[in-house]
């Protein structure tokens, strides 16, 4: 039996800063139904799904800060994706900024979740590599202050079987700038990995190298596609894309196979959806071959990528 | 003033089996020679750079196997190489099959050394991503028998400063199938390496999944694309190349920006130098900002890729 699945990366279009979670909600449901009606298992969202990207802006009053965060999950406006997901059978990758009162005080994540088809949340993850800057940068036109209003994640890279369609699948997630790290990717195909959720919004104008702006697209791609193929892996990277608020987000959400093939893409920077019909097995051809960890890493001689943050210069 | 070098990758047509060393040292020479002509400061010659590449015969008489090798470097076969490197003051990079005769016995390595422009070795590599299969596999075309041939190289991945041109340069190595692994490319850019030579004996066909064949040029590009932009380095990559012994290698030598840009690359599968100006300024692009390790690695996280070698999946 072939261990095939449709998957479904359902790009959104701008959200602006005065649309409710309701309207948000509403053009995802219409997207969840559209990746149904075409026979998708699962359906992928976008990182910050369910508001503006908010980090471009500096804020200093924090209530108006927490309004763009959850502080539960599903809330009265985000349980109707649960509620239509269960009801359709069909399971969603899905990114939010997340409010967290715990213990030891108030956290707060850039979170994705993975939501199985019967409604649950099956697995959480809490974004590893923020990018930005903590202080406020007045010249740039647009902030990115993700490492102001997000604690670095606290869950490391996860894995999780899940039931996909009538597959038994391992699948693994994460968002935005995780995906220029390759140890995001390994650290997921070390767990065996077969498919990876990677939602983003990226921003094409990057104010401290302005001159890489027209490779925003390459760079996209082509570390996904490494990833990919370095560790035999669908990944399905769905983007906020278009102009949101004056800033002009990269779109080119897209499938990859394990060989690090685009097979689908979109074309807009609109609500869109994309599907691939994904055969786990192909996976295979990769992680048994030329990508047999256990048969060819050489972990002894990578002990600089954990033993150091920064560069150690040769003398 | 800017950190501007003029590098050569010297691609190599077949070496057929009984090509002699002279003959294939005067073809580098006259690359050699050409390269200075052109300007460069430094030319990067192939992987296994004087002989056919031997591993894919299976071949168990130790004296025929060890007539691919050298004993000592320089040899009078290759002197001529390091004469000329002086005398025209032109660095170069080369990948031979090194035997080692050492106090605790005799070892065989893959290696690559770096020679500077007064004809010294300043650095040497032993290649650490063996690839292929340690016994014979008739069903194969073509074997593979890099595992069998050689020993895992016991140097790591090395970093050196170097006097290049006008400039002071860090400069890291690594051979083939090294460049499939983006722990590779993170080792040398945690040493601040701002060019790395890798050269390759690269067979179209891969026997364990032909299905692939046509896409070992798009992953050849793809994983030195990525290892350069990842680690905002300039990557020479320098194939041997054509219809060798019957068996196609790969050609596509390629000089790759920091940004990930293919800036020079092959059109023949011959004897064939491509030259790129390499402003060894432009990493700081990437290296102080989007993959400015101190800032924006996680280490504690990517811990699972030295603390495992194989897989590791989740309950």
Same mark, same amino acid.
């Given at each position: 039996m072939t261990r095939k699945t449709l998957v479904g990366a359902a790009q959104l279009g701008p959200i602006a800063r005065n649309e409710s979670r309701t309207q948000v909600v509403a053009r995802m449901l219409e997207l969840m139904r559209e990746a149904r009606a075409r026979g998708c298992d699962t359906i992928a969202f976008p990182e910050l799904a369910l508001t503006t990207f908010f980090p471009r802006w500096y804020v200093e009053d924090q209530a108006e800060i927490d309004s763009w965060f959850e502080r539960e999950m599903p809330s009265p406006a985000t349980l109707p994706l649960f509620e239509e997901a269960k009801k359709l059978g069909i399971g969603f990758y899905l990114g939010y900024a997340e409010l967290a009162e715990e213990a030891d005080g108030t956290h707060r994540y850039n979170t994705a979740i993975l939501v199985d088809k019967t409604g649950v949340i099956i697995g959480k993850y809490r974004k590893v590599h923020l990018p930005g800057h903590r202080e406020h940068e007045p010249w740039r036109a647009f902030q990115h202050?993700?490492?102001?209003?997000?604690?670095?994640?606290?869950?490391?890279?996860?894995?999780?079987? =899940?039931?996909?369609?009538?597959?038994?699948? +391992?699948?693994?997630? =994460? @968002?935005?700038?995780?995906?220029?790290? %390759?140890?995001?990717?390994?650290?997921?195909? @070390?767990?065996?990995?077969?498919? $990876?959720?990677?939602?983003?919004?990226?921003? +094409?104008?990057? %104010?401290?190298? %302005?001159?890489?702006?027209?490779?925003?697209?390459?760079?996209?791609?082509?570390?996904?596609?490494?990833? $990919?193929?370095?560790?035999?892996?669908? +990944?399905?990277? +769905? =983007?906020?894309?278009?102009?949101?608020? !004056?800033?002009?987000?990269? !779109?080119?959400?897209? #499938?990859? $196979?394990?060989? !690090?093939?685009?097979? =689908?893409?979109?074309?807009?920077?609109?609500?869109?959806? #994309?599907? $691939?019909?994904?055969?786990?097995?192909?996976?295979?051809?990769?992680?048994?071959?030329?990508?047999?960890?256990?048969?060819?890493?050489?972990?002894?001689?990578?002990?600089?990528?954990?033993?150091?943050?920064? %560069?150690v210069l040769p003398a």
């Open positions: 202050l993700e490492k102001r209003y997000f604690e670095r994640g606290n869950l490391g890279f996860g894995a999780w079987r =899940a039931h996909v369609g009538e597959c038994e699948v +391992i699948l693994g997630m =994460a @968002l935005c700038n995780d995906r220029r790290w %390759p140890e995001t990717y390994r650290v997921l195909g @070390l767990q065996g990995v077969e498919m $990876a959720f990677i939602g983003y919004n990226t921003p +094409i104008h990057y %104010p401290p190298v %302005p001159e890489h702006d027209h490779l925003q697209g390459f760079h996209n791609h082509l570390v996904l596609q490494a990833g $990919a193929y370095q560790n035999g892996m669908w +990944i399905v990277g +769905i =983007a906020k894309a278009g102009k949101e608020e !004056g800033c002009d987000l990269l !779109g080119q959400s897209c #499938i990859i $196979a394990p060989t !690090g093939e685009i097979v =689908a893409m979109c074309s807009t920077v609109e609500d869109e959806l #994309i599907t $691939a019909s994904c055969d786990l097995d192909r996976c295979r051809e990769l992680k048994d071959n030329v990508f047999n960890f256990g048969l060819h890493r050489e972990p002894e001689t990578y002990r600089l990528i954990v033993d150091t943050k920064g %560069p």
